[in-house]
C-alpha cells in the first residue's frame, strides 16, 4: 500500500496557516474582495448652526460589502468620534434596529440628536463600525468628516426661518411639502418661513401627514412611520398597481415620446418656412374655398384672414409671503416677483430676465400682536419702458411676547343655520389661559367657536377679536384671520351655483389666495357629485317606474361618498349637539349612522353611532350593547361610551381611514372596488382574525357586510355592527348585503352557525378583488378565475369559503387564515420586486 510522504503533510499544513489570516485581512477583506463593508452616501446636517440649537439629523451609508448588515451577534451602526465642548451628539454609537437587515447595495439612516453650546468651527467624524460581543467596535467604512460653523445667536438678529429635516429611515420617499415635491429622503428644508406646514412623505404602507409648526430658527424632524401613514388604495382600472406590466409601461412611455417629437419637429418645420418665405409679420390664410358661393363671388372682396403678431405684453405676478414676527423684533416682508413675460422688467433698480424669480423685502412697523393686512402699492418698469404700479395686500402675524401662544384656522361647519368657524390654540405657557370662555391648559391645545354672521363687504378673508386673559389677570385682544368670506357663507347657504361664480370672479380678478382655489374646488366637486346623486336617483326611479314596483332604498354597497348624500346638521340628532359637533359621516347600514364628531368637553375627534328611532327593539338592544362591549380586540371597534337618553347612541374610537383617489374614506363600503391583491388579503386576514376571537367568544356575527367594517392605520379592519351579532338566536333581517344560503332555506342547508360567517368573510373577499358581489343563486360561476384569468390563485380560497353546503366550507376560521397566510406568501416576491424597480 502506497503512503503519503510525511513532508506533503507538513506542506499542507503550511499553507492552510498562511491562507487563514487572507481570509481576515483588512476588515472581513477576501484578495480584494470585501465581505464587510460601507460607504458614507449623505447626512441632513446643516453647514450653519447657531447656538442653543438641539435638534434630529441623518448619517446615511450604504451596504458595499457581500454581507448583509444585521442585528446579530455582531451588531452594525454608526459612531460618533469627535469629543469637544461646542456640541453634544448622541448617541455615541447608533445601532441598527433589532429583527432590521440592510442588504448589499442598500442603504441605512441612522438617527442622532445635537445640541450646539458655543460658538466656533468643529469637525463631526463619524464612521460605520461593528459592535463585537467584547464592547469594542471595528471600523467597516472610512472616516466621515463633516465641518459644521456654529455661530452666535443674536436676538436682534435672528431669522423669521426655520428648518425641516425629513427622514425615511431606510428608504429613499418622495417628499411634499404643502402639497409641493422638493425631493426624496433624506432632505433637509432649509429657509422655511415660519408658520404652519404640512409634510406628506409617500411611504409603500401608505402617505405619512403631520403637520409641523415652525418657529423662527428652530429644527423640525419629520421621521417616516408607517403606522402614522394613511394607505393609498387603488382601483384595478389604474396604471398605478402592483401587477403593473412594465413592457405596457415602457411602449406607452415611449409612444409619447415618439409623438412628441414628431410634433416639436412639424413645429419646428412650419416656423421655419414662414421665416424662409419673409412673411413673419405678415401671413394670410384662403378661406374662399369654405365661404359660401354667393360671397365668394361678391367682387371686390378680399376674403383672406389676415394674422399681425401682437407685441406682448408685461406678465407679472407678485405674491406676498405671509409672514409671521415675534413682537419686539424687526419685521420684513418677503415678496416673491415672477416675471412670465418674453422682456426684462426692472423692480427697484433689480432686473428680472423672463423666467426668473426674484425677493423683494418690505419692512413694516406695525408691532400689535394678532393677524393683520397692510396695502402696498409696487412700482416697476415694464419691458415697454414705462413706469407701472401693482397694488398688493400684505397678511402677517405678530406673535406676542407673553402669553406664548400659537394659533391656526381649522375648519367651518353649521349649527342652528349659523356658520361657526374653528380656531385651534396651543398654550406654549406655563400658566392656564382663558380665551372666550374657554380654559386651556398649560402646553396644551384648545379649540374656540365664533360664530359668523353673512358677510356685508366683498372679502375674501375677514378678522376677529380673541379676548385673553392669562393667570396673572392680565388681558389681550388677539385679531384672528378668519378666510371667510361670501362664497363660504352662499356654500354653506346651499347656493351652489352663486358660490362657484363668486369664487370665479375673484380668481378672474387675479387675486392669489390659495383659500381661494381650495373653497372654489370643493364647491365644484359638491355641484358635481349633485348631479351624479340626482342621475341615480333618476336612473333608478325609472328602472323602478318600468317594473311596476316602488322604489327601493338603495344598495349600502353602492353608497361611495356619504358626507354629499346627506346635509350632517339636520340628519345629527338635536338633543346631542351639545355634547358633540359632527364634521362628516364614517358610515350607514340599517339601524343608523356613524358620525366624525368632535365630544365638545375635552375637543377630541370621535366616532359616534346614532341608531334610528324605531329600528331597534329596546328589549334586546342593550343585551347586545353590553355583550359588544366585553368584547376586546384588535379587529373589533371597541364601545367606550353609550347611553339610551335622549336617543341610543355609542361612542368609540376614530379610526385613521384610508385614502383612495385623494379622498378619505372610513367605511369598507366606500372603497372602490376592485382593489390590488395585496390591499384585499390584508383587510380580509383582519376580518378573519376578528371573526375567530368572536368563535371563541361564543359569538356568531352573521350580518358581516362592508358597511359595519371601519378601516383603520395599516389596512386594519375593525368590525363596527353588532346589529344581531352579540346574540345567536337573533333575527336575520331580510336586507342584508349578503346572506349564506342556510339563512335563506335552513331545511335543505342547515341551520346558520360558525360556517356563515366564514361564508360572509369569503363573499367581502370576492367583492373586494373581483369587485362584484358573489350569486348565491350560481354557485359555478362564482370563482374569480371566472372574472379575470389573473385571479386563479384566490379560486381555491373562494371555493372554500362560499360553498352552498357547509361541509364544502373551512371547518375552522384558522384553516382560512392559513390559506390567506399562503397567498400573502405567493404575493410578496411581486411586492418586492417592484418596490425595487
Known amino acids: 500500500m502506497n503512503t503519503v510522504p510525511i513532508w506533503r503533510y507538513i506542506l499542507f499544513i503550511v499553507i492552510l496557516l498562511f491562507c487563514i489570516p487572507i481570509i481576515g485581512i483588512t476588515h472581513g477583506s477576501l484578495s480584494g474582495i470585501s465581505i464587510q463593508g460601507g460607504e458614507y452616501v449623505t447626512d441632513t446636517i446643516p453647514e450653519n448652526l447657531s447656538t442653543g440649537h438641539c435638534g434630529q439629523f441623518m448619517i446615511e451609508f450604504r451596504n458595499t460589502g457581500m454581507t448583509a448588515w444585521e442585528y446579530d451577534v455582531e451588531k452594525f451602526g454608526v459612531e460618533y ?50 459592535l463585537l460581543p467584547s464592547g469594542k467596535t471595528v471600523p467597516v467604512s472610512g472616516m466621515v468628516n463633516i465641518p459644521v460653523k456654529i455661530i452666535p445667536q443674536n436676538p436682534n438678529l ?178 416673491k416677483i415672477t416675471n412670465l413675460g418674453k422682456k426684462d422688467i426692472t423692480v427697484e433698480n433689480h432686473r428680472i430676465s423672463p423666467g426668473e424669480i426674484k425677493l423683494l423685502y418690505r419692512e413694516i412697523k406695525d408691532d400689535s400682536p394678532g393677524d393683520n393686512v397692510t396695502g402696498m402699492d409696487i412700482s416697476y418698469i415694464g419691458s415697454d419702458g414705462k413706469k407701472k404700479t401693482q397694488f398688493i395686500n400684505l397678511y402677517y402675524r405678530i406673535l406676542p411676547k407673553k402669553p406664548d401662544l400659537s394659533w391656526v384656522f381649522e375648519r367651518f361647519f353649521i349649527r342652528d343655520g349659523r356658520v361657526i368657524a374653528v380656531i385651534k390654540i396651543k398654550n406654549k405657557t406655563l400658566e392656564a389661559l382663558k380665551i372666550d370662555s374657554v380654559d386651556i391648559l398649560p402646553g396644551k391645545e384648545g379649540k374656540i367657536f365664533i360664530g359668523m354672521d353673512e358677510p356685508d363687504i366683498d372679502s375674501i378673508s375677514t378678522f376677529k377679536n380673541l379676548h385673553i386673559i392669562d ?8 385679531p384672528t384671520k378668519i378666510p371667510y368670506n361670501r362664497g363660504i357663507f352662499l356654500f354653506f347657504s346651499k347656493q351652489f351655483s352663486d358660490s362657484q361664480e363668486w369664487f370665479h370672479q375673484q380668481m378672474k380678478k387675479g387675486i392669489n389666495d390659495p383659500n381661494l382655489q381650495k373653497y372654489a374646488e370643493i364647491v365644484e366637486k359638491k355641484i358635481m357629485e349633485l348631479k351624479i346623486a340626482n342621475n341615480l336617483a333618476d336612473q333608478r326611479g325609472d328602472n323602478e317606474n318600468k317594473k311596476g314596483m316602488p322604489p327601493s332604498p338603495p344598495d349600502h354597497h353602492h353608497i361611495t361618498n356619504t358626507n354629499i348624500l346627506y346635509d350632517i346638521q339636520q340628519e345629527f340628532p338635536e338633543d346631542l349637539i351639545s355634547l358633540y359637533q359632527p364634521s362628516g359621516i364614517i358610515s350607514e347600514d340599517r339601524l343608523g349612522m ?22 331597534v327593539n329596546h328589549s334586546t338592544i342593550e343585551l347586545q350593547i353590553q355583550a359588544w362591549r366585553s368584547l376586546k380586540h384588535l379587529n373589533i371597534l371597541q364601545i367606550k361610551y353609550w347611553e339610551r337618553d335622549p336617543q341610543y347612541y355609542l361612542e ?134 371566472h372574472i379575470n384569468p389573473d385571479l386563479n390563485v384566490f379560486d381555491n380560497l373562494i371555493r372554500k369559503t362560499l360553498s352552498p353546503y357547509k361541509n364544502g366550507r373551512y371547518g375552522e376560521v384558522n384553516e382560512m387564515i392559513q390559506e390567506i397566510d399562503n397567498l400573502i406568501d405567493a404575493f410578496s416576491p411581486k411586492i418586492k420586486q417592484n418596490s425595487r424597480r
Open 652 to 785: 368609540f374610537d376614530l379610526p385613521s381611514g384610508v385614502l383612495q383617489s385623494r379622498k378619505r374614506i372610513y367605511s369598507l363600503a366606500d372603497v372602490k372596488v376592485p382593489i390590488p391583491p395585496r390591499a384585499s388579503l390584508k383587510i380580509i386576514r383582519g376580518l378573519a382574525e376578528g371573526i375567530d376571537y368572536l368563535h371563541h367568544q361564543g359569538v356568531r356575527h352573521y350580518l358581516l357586510e362592508p358597511s359595519v367594517v371601519l378601516l383603520d392605520k395599516g389596512l386594519n379592519p375593525k368590525i363596527s355592527g353588532f346589529d344581531a351579532a352579540a346574540l345567536v338566536q337573533s333575527y336575520i333581517p331580510e336586507d342584508c348585503w349578503i346572506i349564506a344560503p342556510e339563512q335563506c332555506n335552513s331545511a335543505k342547508y342547515g341551520n346558520p352557525g360558525k360556517k356563515t360567517d366564514i361564508y360572509q368573510v369569503g363573499a367581502i373577499c370576492y367583492y373586494l378583488i373581483t369587485g362584484q358581489i358573489p350569486s348565491i343563486d350560481n354557485y359555478s360561476d362564482v370563482l374569480p378565475s
Open 471 to 478: 393667570g396673572e389677570g392680565g388681558s389681550l385682544s388677539l
Open 81 to 130: 468620534f469627535s469629543d469637544n465642548s461646542l456640541i453634544t451628539i448622541e448617541p455615541l454609537i447608533n445601532l441598527l434596529p433589532k429583527g432590521s437587515r440592510v442588504h448589499n447595495g442598500q442603504s441605512y439612516q441612522f438617527p442622532f440628536s445635537m445640541n450646539t453650546h458655543n460658538p466656533g468651527e468643529v469637525t463631526l467624524s463619524f464612521a460605520l463600525v461593528r
Open 158 to 335: 435672528m431669522s423669521e426661518t426655520g428648518v425641516i429635516q425629513v427622514s425615511g429611515g431606510v428608504l429613499h420617499l418622495p417628499v411634499k411639502l404643502d402639497n409641493i415635491y422638493v425631493g426624496m429622503t433624506p432632505l433637509t428644508l432649509s429657509d422655511i418661513h415660519a408658520g404652519f406646514h404640512k409634510v406628506e412623505i409617500e411611504g409603500r404602507e401608505g402617505v405619512m401627514e403631520k403637520e409641523i409648526e415652525v418657529l423662527p430658527n428652530s429644527l423640525n424632524p419629520v421621521l417616516y412611520d408607517p403606522e402614522d401613514s394613511f394607505f393609498y388604495i387603488e382601483t384595478k382600472n389604474s396604471l398605478l398597481l402592483d401587477d403593473t406590466n412594465p413592457f405596457l409601461t415602457a411602449i406607452l412611455s415611449n409612444f409619447f415620446i415618439v409623438l412628441g417629437f414628431v410634433i416639436t419637429l412639424t413645429v419646428v418645420g412650419i416656423c421655419a418656412v414662414v421665416v424662409i418665405t419673409g412673411k413673419m409679420k405678415r401671413v394670410k390664410f384662403t378661406v374662399s374655398q369654405i365661404l359660401p358661393f354667393s360671397i365668394h363671388s361678391h367682387p371686390g372682396r378680399d376674403f383672406s384672414v389676415e394674422v399681425s403678431r401682437k407685441t406682448d405684453k408685461d406678465e407679472v405676478r407678485f405674491d406676498p409671503i405671509p409672514g409671521i414676527f415675534t413682537q419686539g423684533r424687526e419685521k420684513k416682508f418677503q415678496i
Open 594 to 615: 356613524i358620525y366624525r364628531a368632535v365630544r365638545v368637553s375635552d375637543n377630541e375627534e370621535v366616532a359616534v353611532r346614532i341608531l334610528k328611532p324605531g329600528k
